[in-house]
């Protein structure tokens, strides 16, 4: 798959978990979900807790310390208007879990695009 970065393997990450990755110098919260995996910034927008100690409930995350709340779909956050983060595509080929090295969602970050290559 052209373009996709892999960050991890699939046995790294139990359903029902997340983790901080790293893709060029941009760190990453990828989850796993019994509804599949996803990954947005791991950067709080309100103070910069990492978002991958968030708490899960189906396809959304709550930040651990102020409970702001972001869907994994989108980044959007889910519970007012405080913008979000950057959601990426993620695919799972055979044991790997890759990551689009692009944002999904740009409204809030504009940005720039991750560099290719392996972790
Ligand atoms: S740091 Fe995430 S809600 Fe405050």
Redesign the pocket.
């Known amino acids: 798959m052209s373009g996709y970065v892999r960050v991890a393997t699939v046995d790294d990450l139990p359903v029902g978990e997340g983790m901080a990755v790293k893709v060029g110098g941009r760190l990453v919260a990828l989850f796993h979900t019994e509804r599949g995996w996803f990954a947005l910034d791991d950067t709080?927008p309100?103070?910069?807790?990492p978002l991958s100690e968030g708490r899960l409930d189906g396809e959304t995350v709550t930040?651990a310390?102020?409970?702001?709340n972001f869907d994994l779909k989108t980044g959007a956050a889910t519970l007012g208007a405080f913008g979000g983060v950057a959601a990426y595509d993620v695919r799972v080929e055979d044991a790997d879990v890759l990551i689009a090295p692009r944002h999904a969602w740009p409204g809030t970050f504009p940005g720039k695009d991750l560099p290719t290559g392996r972790r």
């Open positions: 709080c309100h103070q910069g807790m930040c310390w102020h409970a702001w």
